[in-house]
């Protein structure tokens, strides 16, 4: 019988995510002088805070690489940077070595077709609500946000709230 997804989410503690499609709508904008530009979304971004002030640690793997990407990790405390990466499932095999952690113990949100050979890899494979039709039936969690859109703080609340730590994190709100 498989695993609920509860206890899938409370086996977390590293939450690997794609970039574009996922953190971003999946736009990808260049302005006249060739310069690209990703738009991010504030609620995700909190929900990374959330997850890495709570001791879950949070990664990129993505296939592109870009400067708002490297200032958007840092500006939200994210080490584990994985970019301009073909070959996702071999990126997993060096963040399992660096981190230590279990296969089952990680998630892995994403989109596209590039993002399975990881996603199939993992504790936790999850799409973002407007994924690839074959991704997200591949996914055991599907968001009902679309990526960019406020899908990575759902699996971020998601998963404190499997982990019995929403109520702690509300109580710093208070």
């Given amino acids: 019988m498989p695993m609920p997804i ?10 690997l995510l794609d970039v574009d499609g996922v953190l971003t709508d ?28 709570n001791g879950i640690q949070v990664g990129i ?6 400067p708002a990407l490297t200032h958007r990790c840092k500006n939200l405390g994210i080490e584990i940077i994985f970019d301009g990466i073909r070959d996702k499932a071999k990126a997993l095999e060096s963040i ?7 296969p089952q113990e990680i998630a ?3 989109d596209d077709l590039p ?3 990881i996603m ?18 591949e996914a055991l969690l599907v968001t009902s946000a679309n990526g960019g859109k406020g899908a990575v703080r759902e699996v971020s609340e998601a998963i ?14 208070k």
């Fill in 6 to 15: 509860t206890a899938r989410l409370q086996q977390v503690k590293l939450l």
């Fill in 26 to 53: 999946g736009m990808i904008i260049y302005d006249d002088s060739n310069v690209e530009t990703k738009m991010f979304n504030v609620k995700d971004g909190l929900g990374i805070r959330l997850l890495i002030d």
């Fill in 61 to 66: 793997v993505t296939g592109r690489s870009a």
């Fill in 96 to 102: 399992i070595r660096q981190t230590g952690r279990n």
């Fill in 108 to 110: 892995f949100m994403g």
């Fill in 115 to 117: 993002d399975l050979p």
């Fill in 120 to 137: 199939n890899r993992v504790g936790l494979g999850i799409a973002v609500a407007d994924a690839h039709d074959h991704v997200r039936n």
């Fill in 160 to 173: 404190l709230k499997a982990k019995g730590l929403w109520d702690k994190v509300l109580d710093t709100y």
